[in-house]
């Protein structure tokens, strides 16, 4: 059995009646994250520009941030744009990369336009972070294709997005095995743009989550792919990562356990994985706890997992001279939390050219944490000020709720991100429509309350 053809099985047999509770309550949680950080996420530049260039065509599709109805294509475009515009979407460990875009958005655009259930919705978000999360392999496969330069989110989304599209339109086992393996020949993406500190890669996975819903479009009309387009001698595995072997994932068998169950959200707006944010999360308890004078720091010290210290952009110290190489920018980021307790995307509006931020900055040293202690969520800091006193990160600040999120916190996070942004309750009514999805005959319930 090849790799599409396992996957196809079991998305095509599986109902949101064999999801455990705690499997479709994750799906609610990522669903209204995904919702806040595009909403949040809107103003940036580029996601401007991808809401205008996508708001001139007529269809049964929700810009989220305008409430306007456009093509379901253009909805999901621009949505997906907001989504990864300031780096604030969730993290699928699998994958190093950010499921929320292809995944959430494919489901309401197209679900829109076809017209589905909530508990519709809810199975196709599951399955597609499922087809993403078994497809990305993790370390040995993933990671060495993000090693060799390619972008993870436009890379694996485009599989994910044929996944949740696989299922709303119904597809036999073989048409969904042919919309993975053509999905294998639509993929995109690399990392320059995060290097280059430039914004052509908040709209990649929009362009991959649309080719995703025409991989699985044109398979439902008869469109035939390879059946090893991941393993095979010339397919994604060795063109894209070089490694051979199968992931861990479909030994194991998808679903076991549910790949959205190692899913998490990000504190703050910022390019980072989970060691750099554990880091993040250490200097803002530091912020938090002390009074602490920021002309008086003599070093900011991190200690941070190894893999990660080579990735693009995230250690550029100097002058960020937009906002898009500040969000790579980790030196950037823990002035910043330092500073002001905390990170949003205002702090990047408006403090982008504070001096004393840029001479903050310069005082981090990141160093790299001894192996042994490798792990999820895991880092060391310390602020030493000019008189000798030594402020510790404390390794409470790293409870794994604070990524994972229970419905309160993710209700709370929504609110805090949105409730500025949207008419007086409209934020507390999207969030408690999320939360009964499974109740909704139709998505245009929630949908409706985009509209201004």
């Given amino acids: 059995m090849t790799l599409t053809e396992k996957l196809a099985g079991f998305c095509t047999s599986h109902e949101f009646e064999d999801l455990p509770p705690e499997v479709v309550e994750k799906a609610k949680i990522c669903i209204l994250d995904a ?8 103003d940036a530049e580029a996601a401007r520009m991808a809401v205008d260039y996508c708001s001139d065509s007529d269809g049964k599709g929700t810009i989220w941030s305008s409430g306007k109805r456009v093509a379901y294509q253009d909805a999901l475009l621009a949505n997906t744009a907001c989504v990864q515009s300031i780096l604030h979407d969730d993290v699928l460990m699998s994958t190093f990369a950010h499921p929320a875009g292809p995944v959430v958005c494919s489901a309401l655009a197209l679900g829109e336009e076809i017209g589905i259930s909530g508990r519709e919705a809810l199975l196709a978000t599951v399955l597609g972070y499922e087809v993403m999360g078994c497809v990305g392999g993790g370390k040995e496969f993933a990671g060495n294709a993000i090693a060799r330069g390619f972008r993870g989110t436009p890379l694996y989304g485009v599989f994910a997005s044929a996944g949740v599209a696989g299922k709303l339109l119904k597809l036999a086992p073989d048409q969904y095995q042919h919309a993975l393996g053509a999905a294998a020949s639509f993929a995109c993406g690399i ?3 995060l290097n280059a500190g430039t914004m052509e890669w908040r709209v990649a996975a929009g362009v991959a989550a649309n080719n995703g819903i025409v991989a699985a479009q044109m398979a439902r009309k008869g469109l035939r792919s390879a059946p090893t387009a991941l393993e095979g001698k010339y397919g994604f595995y060795h063109a894209f990562s070089g490694a051979a072997g199968i992931p861990p994932a479909f030994v194991n068998g998808p679903g076991k356990p549910y790949q959205i169950m190692d899913n998490w959200h990000k ?5 980072a994985e989970n060691t750099w944010t554990s880091a ?13 004078n920021i002309s008086k720091v003599r070093t900011i010290e991190v200690r941070v997992m190894g893999r990660m210290l080579s990735y693009p952009g995230l250690q550029f110290v100097g002058v960020c001279e937009s906002i898009d190489r500040a969000l790579m920018s980790k030196p950037f980021a823990l002035a910043a939390i330092l500073k002001n307790k905390t990170l949003n995307y205002n702090v990047y509006r408006t403090q982008l050219e504070d001096v004393s931020l840029y001479k903050l900055a310069k005082k981090v040293k990141v160093s790299t944490l001894a192996e042994d202690r490798w792990g999820q969520f895991v880092a060391e800091a310390e602020v030493t000020m000019d008189d000798g006193t030594v402020h510790k990160g404390d390794p409470a600040d790293l409870a794994p709720v604070q990524f994972y999120r229970n419905r309160e916190l993710a209700q709370q996070s929504f609110i805090e991100l949105t409730d500025s942004l949207l008419p007086p309750g409209r934020s507390r009514a999207i969030a408690d429509a999320v939360f009964r999805l499974e109740t909704m005959k139709s998505i245009a319930e929630l949908m409706e309350l985009f509209r201004r």
């Avoid at 504190?267 to 390019?271: E, I, K, N």
């Fill in 267 to 271: 504190p703050f707006p910022t390019g």
């Fill in 191 to 193: 990392l320059e743009p």
């Fill in 280 to 292: 993040m999360k250490l200097i803002q308890g530091i912020a938090v706890r002390n009074d602490i």
């Fill in 35 to 42: 919702i806040g950080v595009a909403l949040e996420g809107a």
